[in-house]
């Protein structure tokens, strides 16, 4: 079925959907990213123009990466911690960009979605009066451009920017995973879009903590063939490890990236490869297996373990179950000679 069917027969059922509800929590994944940000700031103007619905937007975790922090403050987008939400005020929950189940979100296991929007594919049967996923989307934003547009809602400056930086950094600037929706979507709003408050989203000032974990991360990380990870240790916030691996898989030998790193006893793991048809969500699932969470789609994923060992033995053994997974779901044995990313040749 077409977008331009699907989307006019969505708002009809959210409008039923809604029409039930007195109050709504827009609930996106823990340390949210810019797709999060952006489809969460579209539904809450969808909702309190279309509906006149009280709401919030509510994440679990923080928000440490430059680039989001930036977003967040530049397009003044109103964010509350989980902690301060008093879930018996809110008989309705939209999940955005995450689903139950998933591991990466701060639902209560007692607490039903009224709403679920999202592009990540379904790991388990998602059951809501309302579900809108669309796994051939890019970027979950897209949809929620749609809403708004079917809607005959102004995309406003602020919303376009965001869109713009969504799609962006989702599709790796329409080159990772980007469908013609999306393509469109671009298009459409980049016109609108705020260029100085877009600049200064995508190129903020960096902490000094960013750079003393990339340096450990280029000293930490190993080479074998096409494949490279890297174990960071503990860190300041699970942001980093998806910024580490995109990094890593851009160096010019390489076709998969695999990165950890040990924040709240947890082990956060992103993997990432630059081939279209990898399904790289499927694989990360396969090599956490029962211990933990993943999801993702053919060239992204990521996944976290919960694990209350505290000894770095322990922690160390963890990583490398995981690496010998992986060198086994690529054919390869479970030891290998790894070299050093910064040895000289």
Known sequence: MSTAVVTPNKLEQLDKVLSKCERLLILVHDYPDPDAIASAMMLSYLVGNRYNLRHRIAFGGHISRAENRAMVQQLQIKLTTIGRIRWHLYPCVALVDTQPGFGNNSLPDKIQPTIIIDHHKEQNTVQAPFVDIRTTYGATSTILLEYLKQAGLEITSEIATA???????????????????????????????????????????????????????????????????????????????????????????????????????????????????ADAGNMLSQIIGSMGYAGGHDMIAGGRIPFRQGKDHEWQRLEDVLIARFLKKLGYPKKVDWKPLLMKN
């Open 163 to 277: 869109v713009t930086y969504a799609i962006r950094s989702e599709t790796q600037e329409l080159g990772r995973e980007a469908s013609q929706a999306d393509i469109t979507a671009y298009l459409e709003v980049y016109p609108k879009a705020n260029k100085r408050k877009l600049a200064k989203i995508q190129n903020p000032k960096l902490a000094k903590n960013f750079f003393i974990v990339l340096h450990s991360a280029l000293e930490k990380a190993k080479i074998f063939k096409h494949l490279i990870h890297v174990h960071l240790g503990r860190i300041d916030s699970p942001e980093f490890v998806p910024q580490i691996a995109d990094l890593l898989l851009q160096h010019e030998r390489i076709g998969w990236a695999i990165a950890t790193g040990r924040y709240d006893n947890q082990l956060f793991i992103s993997m990432r490869c630059s081939h279209p048809k």
